[in-house]
């Protein structure tokens, strides 16, 4: 999912967000977005898949909702780079799936740095999330709110994380000041985050390319 969708391009996905490899996750933000009626849910790509799902790539979505519906790394660097790493490793979109630590966006509005109540918010709709992707059992938590939920989603001991065997990896985010320094040191922590996707997908079964 690029950062920015032309209009055709966007009206044509979210035409196909009920098709039946993703209707069960977007329905789910359908219902997140029925409690709280003046947010934004994004949806999932159609590319994705919630039977194929081996990993979650948690986003801490500190932001505006992207203009194209859908959930994304952030803004248009942060999906070039997510794009990059997948491209590198063969890792297809049928076996990795975007989430948002906290869900809801405000329309025209830019989420700050979530309070901690805001990402306790996020811990049951994950764990709806987690329920609809059977398959799942690698979360990579991108940025420190991310991180803070995978450390909640931890805490919880819900039986699922167990009879999964659930693993969380905690990298930076994929823009902003996690990403200053010189293009060296950009592309050491892209090295990082290819490490970890690469376990990530050996640990699932998935081999790299």
Not at 60 to 75: H, L
Not at 92 to 105: I, L
Not at 198 to 204: C, H, N, S, V
């Amino acid at each position: 999912m690029t950062a920015l969708a032309p209009e055709s391009l966007r009206e044509q996905l979210l035409s196909r967000r009920y098709e039946p490899n993703v209707a069960a996750v977007n329905e789910l933000c359908d219902s997140l977005q029925s409690v709280k009626p003046h947010t934004e849910v994004p949806y999932v790509d159609p590319m994705h898949d919630v039977d194929e799902c081996r990993i979650i790539s948690l986003y801490s979505n500190i932001g505006e909702a992207d203009p194209s519906g859908f959930i994304t790394a952030g803004d248009e660097d942060a999906a070039t780079r997510m794009l990059g790493i997948q491209w590198k490793l063969g890792l297809r979109p049928e076996f990795v799936m975007p989430w948002n630590v906290h869900p809801w966006h405000t329309p025209g509005e830019v989420n700050g740095k979530f309070t901690p109540d805001q990402i306790s918010a996020g811990l049951k709709p994950l764990l709806k999330f987690l329920a609809v992707v059977p398959r799942a059992s690698v979360i990579v938590a991108h940025g420190t709110e991310a991180n803070r939920l995978a450390n909640l989603l931890l805490k919880t001991e819900v039986p699922l994380l167990w009879r999964r065997g659930l693993k969380t990896y905690k990298v930076r985010s994929l823009s902003g000041r996690a990403f200053a320094g010189t293009p060296a040191r950009q592309e050491q922590y892209l090295e990082e985050m290819r490490v970890v996707y690469t376990d990530a997908m050996a640990r699932t079964g998935l081999a790299k390319v």
